[in-house]
């Protein structure tokens, strides 16, 4: 039996590695701007985060991914967090919401809206949060998780920050895909 067609939810692709980035446009950013893939040209490295404002495993990363940004953004990277949860579904993830916990938290990297969810789907993002690093060509070089734990004092293994250092350092990733977890992106 098929669904009718407003119940049925898009498929998501899947981006590969060596993929470049699909093209985003317009995005309203926290400040106010809105915000395209062309906003970031000047970025060496981009990483993309899907994140949104309820996930405990989002709130547990939050710091780190600030901390990620100020290690890494006078090497010229740069982290833009893109909120693609449904804000009917996901009362929390209203944009009203997104500019109130972003001012809460201090975050010192863009935070977008992606209101319909289209930029997620074409990403592949299924969960926050969900890492993706591109290179100054804008392909993919990594995909998953930020680290290895949800609790920041049982980090083992930053991945994130160990992609970031290996592109740095001009050589490719020592592991270019995790599996990440967290909250399923509302749909």
Excluded: W
């Amino acid at each position: 039996m098929e669904l009718p067609t407003a119940v049925r939810t898009p498929a998501v692709a899947l981006l590969e590695l060596g993929q470049r980035a699909p093209e985003f446009r317009d995005l309203l950013g926290i400040d106010g701007r809105r915000l395209s893939l062309s906003s970031f040209d000047d970025a060496p490295l981009l990483v993309i985060i899907f994140s949104c404002n309820g996930c405990p495993t989002v709130k547990a990363s939050e710091d780190r991914i600030i901390a990620l940004q100020v290690a890494n953004g006078p090497l010229g990277v740069q982290i833009v967090a893109i909120n693609s949860n449904n804000s009917y579904l996901s009362p929390a993830d209203t944009y009203p919401e997104m500019v109130k916990r972003a001012r809460e938290k201090g975050f010192n990297f863009p935070f977008v809206k992606d209101d319909d969810g289209s930029v997620g789907r074409a990403f592949g993002a299924i969960s926050t949060p969900h890492a993706f690093l591109f290179d100054r060509d804008r392909r993919l070089r990594y995909k998953g998780r930020i680290d290895d734990s949800r609790d920041p004092a049982r980090v083992t293994v930053r991945d994130l920050q160990n992609a970031i250092d290996d592109l740095l350092a001009g050589r490719p990733p020592r592991v270019a895909e995790t599996k990440p977890f967290g909250c399923a992106i509302v749909r």
